[in-house]
């Protein structure tokens, strides 16, 4: 939902929210029970073994991290829901009560690709992705505004109701 303020726009998202990754749950679940298979080891088997079940426990957990850090970088700049606070050159993210705001800079571009924009810099890396608008036209403001053009009937629709 788009509402214009004096300054720029309030815009709701409705786009899903990234999905928990289960294969990554369970893979630190089995590092859990690995663990606990680890200390019993240590104490039940000789030291060799012992060694080596802790050694196989270090390359999965090594393993579990660089997963984990991939998939967060994968989901970085990502936005789909929450609030959308757009002006000129800045826009703030608020989704689930943490607030980012996202500063442009001269050299990004903002292009649009239907009901989603992405935000490049001057190499033409994505900085931002930016989904879950109700419509194209939303989007079409946002683009408007994030480069500075005055927003006009074409760019939104809006819909009064009686309240």
Same mark, same amino acid.
């Given at each position: 939902?788009?509402?214009?303020?004096?300054?720029?726009?309030?815009?709701?998202?409705q786009?899903?929210?990234?999905?928990?990754?289960?294969?990554?749950? *369970?893979?630190?679940?089995a590092?859990?029970?690995?663990?606990?298979?680890?200390?019993?080891?240590?104490?039940?088997l000789?030291?060799? /073994?012992?060694?080596?079940?802790?050694? /196989?426990?270090?390359?999965g957990?090594?393993?579990?991290?660089?997963?984990?850090?991939?998939?967060?970088?994968?989901?970085?700049?990502?936005i789909?829901?929450?609030? /959308? *606070?757009v002006?000129?050159?800045?826009?703030?993210?608020?989704?689930?009560?943490?607030?980012?705001?996202?500063e442009?800079?001269?050299?990004?571009?903002?292009?649009l690709?239907?009901?989603?924009?992405?935000?490049?810099?001057?190499?033409?890396?994505?900085?931002?992705?930016?989904?879950?608008?109700?419509?194209?036209?939303?989007?079409?403001?946002?683009?408007?505004?994030?480069?500075?053009?005055?927003?006009?009937?074409?760019?939104?629709?809006?819909?009064?109701?009686?309240?």
């Open positions: 939902m788009l509402k214009l303020t004096d300054d720029g726009a309030k815009i709701t998202l786009g899903a929210p990234a999905v928990a990754d289960n294969g990554l749950f *369970w893979f630190g679940f590092l859990l029970i690995g663990a606990i298979a680890v200390a019993m080891a240590m104490s039940l000789s030291e060799r /073994l012992s060694i080596g079940a802790l050694a /196989l426990l270090i390359v957990s090594f393993i579990f991290n660089r997963q984990r850090q991939q998939r967060k970088a994968a989901l970085s700049g990502v789909s829901t929450g609030t /959308l *606070w002006q000129a050159g800045k826009l703030i993210h608020d989704n689930q009560g943490k607030r980012a705001t996202i442009l800079s001269i050299s990004d571009k903002v292009t690709f239907g009901e989603q924009l992405q935000i490049l810099d001057a190499e033409g890396t994505r900085k931002y992705h930016i989904s879950g608008f109700d419509s194209v036209q939303e989007a079409k403001a946002t683009q408007a505004i994030l480069q500075g053009q005055a927003v006009t009937k074409r760019h939104a629709n809006i819909k009064m109701s009686d309240q």
